[in-house]
């Protein structure tokens, strides 16, 4: 393709196009990443919800249908205090459904997990050698991260302030994914804790890009060729798109995903902690509705998503994570080949009238 008119994440990663298919754990199937990849963006594996088994077959899958670079992504999170009174007052709270929908309060709370990043996923990261690795929550302890760095991964991270940007450069990213309040899933926030910090990615970009000397990804709202232009013309050097490739062929995402993904409206989406414990964006639905999409009582991450299980089960529109970023209005129903080129060339065309 033609020239773009920054390349430094192009040159950086040894990709084609300055797009990254978002990893989006759940939802991102090999298909979806070989498909991504061939394309020429940077294709995503995402690690967090994998055992180290699965995550071995998933990156031996993609390493056997494709040569191209590839990114895997972790979580590296702490895992939480054990807290058995938050625990009872959260099932309590959610009592009223398991009556109204026939689940079985009494059994045993089934266990929700999200695996950070240790030694053991590094040993897969020297294993299969992926040309980038990115983490979400911040970095893994030093010793973790000189590993992956030793294997010659370019290692990314997000940021959803500028301060958490210049402490991702400080620590040693080789680029930054500038995560605006748009974006949806789990919001990358790590130094702090409060929503009202977060920036949308229109004044979050020309920010990160001001304040730190490595090359900056913009994630968030990006949906079409139109939001592509405006990240490079913020000082993006690519874009990291997540919403538009769950309408793909290739994303596992349930049926009433898909069905949500293709009704909601724009502003039917909204931050939550209910179903993991962390702030992340989804769109609206019933559990959201009546308890508040913001829960104090919600245990901390990844813990508050087991006592709803046994709802999901029952009723998976009413009571699972809906991911959504705010620009599902501008998605459209491609293969992900055809949405990664059809971006590039659409954003292309659009730079050459500017």
Not at 162 to 171: F, G, T
Request: charged letters at 20%; hydrophobic letters at 45%.
């Amino acid at each position: 393709m033609s020239t773009w008119p920054d390349t430094r994440i192009i040159d950086l990663l040894g990709i084609e196009l300055p797009i990254i298919q978002a990893p989006m754990a759940g939802a991102t199937s090999t298909a979806m990443v070989i498909a991504a990849s061939e394309a020429g963006a940077l294709g995503s594996m995402p690690a967090a919800a994998l055992s180290i088994e699965q995550l071995r077959e998933a990156l031996t899958t993609v390493r056997q249908s494709s040569t191209r670079a590839l990114n895997v992504n972790f979580f590296c999170h702490q895992p939480p205090t054990p807290d058995a009174e938050r625990d009872r007052q959260w099932k309590n709270l959610l009592q009223p459904y398991y009556r109204e929908l026939g689940a079985d309060f009494d059994a045993p709370t089934p266990t929700s997990s999200r695996a950070p990043f240790n030694n053991a996923a590094c040993e897969v990261v020297e294993a299969f050698r992926p040309e980038v690795v990115s983490f979400h929550f911040g970095l893994p302890e030093k010793a973790l991260l000189d590993r992956v760095k030793a294997t010659g991964a370019k290692v990314l991270s997000s940021a959803t302030t500028v301060e958490e940007a210049i402490w991702l450069e400080q620590h040693g990213c080789d680029a930054i994914i500038a995560m605006g309040y748009e974006a949806g899933g789990h919001r990358g926030m790590f130094l702090t804790a409060d929503l009202s910090s977060q920036i949308g990615t229109l004044a979050l970009v020309p920010q990160i890009v001001d304040a730190v000397s490595v090359p900056v990804i913009a994630a968030g709202g990006i949906g079409d060729a139109r939001g592509i232009v405006a990240a490079f013309a913020l000082g993006a050097s690519a874009v990291q798109v997540g919403t538009a490739y769950l309408f793909t062929p290739e994303a596992n995402v349930t049926p009433s995903h898909h069905h949500a993904l293709r009704t909601a409206q724009a502003s039917e989406t909204a931050l939550t902690n209910l179903f993991t414990g962390r702030p992340a964006r989804g769109i609206i639905n019933r559990v959201m509705r009546e308890l508040g999409s913001i829960n104090p009582t919600a245990p901390a991450f990844p813990l508050s998503g087991g006592a709803l299980m046994p709802l999901k089960a029952k009723d998976e529109a009413g009571f699972s994570n809906l991911w959504s970023g705010q620009a599902l209005r501008l998605c459209k129903d491609l293969s992900t080949y055809q949405l990664t080129r059809t971006l590039a060339e659409q954003a292309l065309e659009k730079f050459k009238r500017t």
